[in-house]
């Protein structure tokens, strides 16, 4: 058997729940962003997302749908082949932590009004953020500098105060 390392569990069935947890979370999360930005699977499309945006107090709702868009896209595009997956799960989680508070918070906590959705995508993305991708992933294969391999176990945390700040941020903006 393999020793664990920062980026890699001890045993195979882990690697394997990993990338069960990847796919689960990242392929909705990039239908949602389609949904948004090019009204794909049912979903409104940017001029309408926009519109939900301004109501919802964001300054210039369509540029903030286009930001909400791209970061469940990308993100979750990016989570589920487990590349770049600390920017990836920041991504999701800044904006799950806008939805869960902007538009779900008065819903309580079920579906489909409620936070429920909201706060499982964003702490699932949060979980891989700190655990890493496992074997399976597209991160295995980007090349990291001996002398930066040291600071990966940083890196989830880091990006996840990233994304608390940026939410943070956003939210503020909001009327």
Known sequence: MRSPSPTTPAYPAADIGLLLLRLTLGLPMAAHGTQKLFGWFDG??????????????YPSGRTMALI?????TFGGLALALGLLTPLAAAAVLGTMINAAVAVHWEGGFFAPEGIEMPLLYGLGAAALALTGPGRYAADTFVPVPARLASYRPALGPAALA???VAATVVLLLRD
């Open 68 to 72: 909400a868009g791209l970061s469940e």
């Open 44 to 57: 409104p499309g940017l001029d309408a997302t926009g519109e939900s945006f301004e109501f919802f107090g």
């Open 162 to 164: 990233l994304a608390v």
